[in-house]
């Protein structure tokens, strides 16, 4: 099965080598036909604390660095 990837802008870079990035998606409710937007936030590996708050980065599915952690940085996007 493939990792999921996905870009979001870095909310909050406090935690030593952590950082909470928000996902922004838009999909269309099944029955209404209307588009919705729906955020999340996940935590995120990021082993140089390179990424501060504001960066758009992309994130790739990992292996658990802890019970919140499941992601780390893959990228940044412009």
């Known amino acids: 099965m493939p990792k999921k990837i996905l870009s979001g802008i870095v909310v909050s870079d406090k935690p030593n080598k952590s950082i909470t990035v928000m996902v922004e998606r838009k999909y269309q409710h099944p029955v209404l036909k209307k588009i919705i937007k729906s955020k999340k936030k996940y935590n995120v590996h990021d082993e140089l604390n390179k990424y501060k708050n504001g960066d758009h980065v992309?994130?790739?599915?990992?292996r658990p660095y802890s019970k919140t952690k499941k992601f780390e940085v893959f990228g940044e996007t412009k």
């Open 58 to 62: 992309k994130i790739i599915e990992c």
